[in-house]
């Protein structure tokens, strides 16, 4: 008879994140082992640049060198990326120093996969591909594509095959972000993982939510550990309520995952990308900056939104939605925060900046913890008919062949 050993208890230290080496991504080796996750209209460009100057040493001088992360761009749609949609080629562009560039690609139809993944690899345009199927959107989903896809086995096999046979002729990895499943009676992550590796994948990403969770309750880190423990000849990367450094640390050590991938938890704060790369360098020191500082960083970023879009009026409505994230936790009145809310110049920006009192320090727990906005756990829109089977039928393939034209541009 053979004696099961029972599985690590929720807390128990399966690996040491201080004896973490560095992470292998294909021929990419990333000396801190963290990606920031792809964000549909916040990973740009711009976004990407700022965060990759914390999170390269620290510093955050304009030109800052030496890539330590993975920083990877919104989500765009293959199909989009086949006809040259002028904003989805907006959205690949790249900073002339940013290494590994990194693209992640939306996917329903292995044909134009492999057409988008051949453009970014003949073209010189990635260096890294990432495939979503975690995404949980409904205007996703109820046609099949992200965290519902794999759900159809032969089809996501069929997608991720073709993006690693257009992507290796140029040492270009693939990747794959997932979520557990759909709901926790219909689980795909351990199937997916096991084709995604079989067919040739760098790495697998695991949001431990459901879709139907989105992005509610609690990410559930003993998935990571299951897949960990399922998926070995590549590395595992964990996903999901990562707020600090010690967030990935303690993933680490319960999950035994070879990497963690930060999305939420950099909002308004693209210095915990320097926490993190403190944290599994073995240092303890934090990054606790003052409203001044803070609101450096904003008008920085706010800059390089300007030049992204060149555009000043866009720049601004862009960073708009950040105001609340950056200044979480600090006295900043609810007639400013709706001001800033509504800035259309950097001149403005710096007038309504101007009136706080840039000495206050870090607010600390008041400013740490979750940021976005959660929402509660729903029923996933789907396709009609689509938990019936595993198997692709014909009506359903008509759906999936169109689902990227409702997403297309981005």
Sequence with gaps: M????????????????????????????????????????????????LCRQYGNDGSVAAGASGATSLYVSEMI????????????????????????RSIQLYCTDPLNAGKAARILASEGRADHIDLNFGCPVPKVTRKGGGSALPWKTELFRGIVSAVVREASPYDIPV??????????DHLTYLEAARIAEGEGVAAVALHARTAAQAYSGHADWSAIRTLKETVTSIPVLGNGDIWSAEDAMRMV?????????VGRG?????WLFTDLAAAFAGSDARVDPTLGEVCATLRRHAEYLVEFYDDELKGCRDIRKHI????????????????????????????????????APWPGAAADGPR????????????????DTQELTAEQAAWVAEAEAENSGG
């Design 372 to 387: 976005g906005r959660a929402g509660s756990e729903r029923r996933v829109v789907l396709p009609d008919g689509w938990l």
């Design 175 to 184: 990747t794959v972000k997932m979520r557990k499943g759909i709901d926790t």
């Design 77 to 100: 749609t293959s199909r989009a990326l086949v006809e040259r949609v002028p904003l989805t080629m907006k959205l690949i562009e790249t900073d002339p120093d940013e290494n590994p």
């Design 2 to 49: 053979t004696v099961l050993e029972a599985p690590p208890a929720p807390g128990a230290l399966v690996r040491d994140p201080s004896a973490l080496p560095p992470l292998q991504i294909g021929r990419h080796t990333i000396t801190s082992p963290v990606v920031l996750a792809p964000m549909a209209g916040i990973t740009n460009r711009a976004f990407r640049r």
């Design 266 to 270: 950099c909002l308004g704060r693209p």
């Design 253 to 261: 050590a319960e999950t035994g995952c070879d990497g963690v991938v």
């Design 324 to 359: 609340a994230w950056y200044f979480k936790g600090f006295p900043v009145g609810s007639q400013l925060r709706h001001q800033l809310a509504l800035v259309d110049s950097l001149a403005a920006l710096d007038d309504l900046v101007a009136g706080l009192d840039l000495d």
